[in-house]
């Protein structure tokens, strides 16, 4: 076994959260006077901090950006975040890990609120010491400042810490402090925006990500 702790994304990692995040996104255009009616064209903004997708989307500034954050909350912390389900082989995937003793952790741009509440209802919330997220603010948003904050936190070593995320932004975070990364091709990333990064691991399926940990390559 090579890394004895191990950091799991959530959105389109440990979950598909593709209804749930896409309804409230169009919730929050419809209060902003802004119709979308197919729910495919709002998937970019599955893994993003949501601040900076409808800045970067939309072409908002920080304030209406806020706005829509705040209208895209009053759907989604109701409703939203039930809309959600897990990938088929997670659970056995985080029992394998607890049986073999890795210390587990979610590392979630989402607030850890609305994180925390996704775990207990689904029922995995027990397989992790602890999840960390964003504050409702927007602190630790960036995957960056995220997977530090959670380093400096619980004392962990980064050599024998991995990252595993379905985005850029938790293939970024896991190397610029010092942790090994995993992509995995099953969520919202092109295979080229994760080969861009260069993880050092890169598995298409769970299926894939499962086999190499029970091998324990990882």
Known sequence: MRYHNVLFDLDGTLTDPRVGITRSIQ???AKLG???PDLRKLEHFIGPPLLEAFMQFYGFDEARAWEAVNFYRERFKV???YENEMFEGVIE???LLR???RTLFVATS???AFAREIARHFGFDQHFKLIYGSELDGTRTDKVQLIAHLLEVEGL???DTLMIGDRKHDLIGARRNGLAAVAVGYGFGSVEELEAEAP???FHTLADLHRAFSEQRL
């Open 200 to 202: 050092e691991f890169h």
């Open 93 to 95: 995937l985080l029992d």
């Open 99 to 101: 049986a073999q003793e």
């Open 34 to 36: 802004i119709d979308e």
């Open 79 to 81: 409703t939203g975040l």
């Open 110 to 112: 989402k607030p850890w």
């Open 157 to 159: 070593d980064p050599s």
């Open 27 to 29: 919730y929050a255009l």
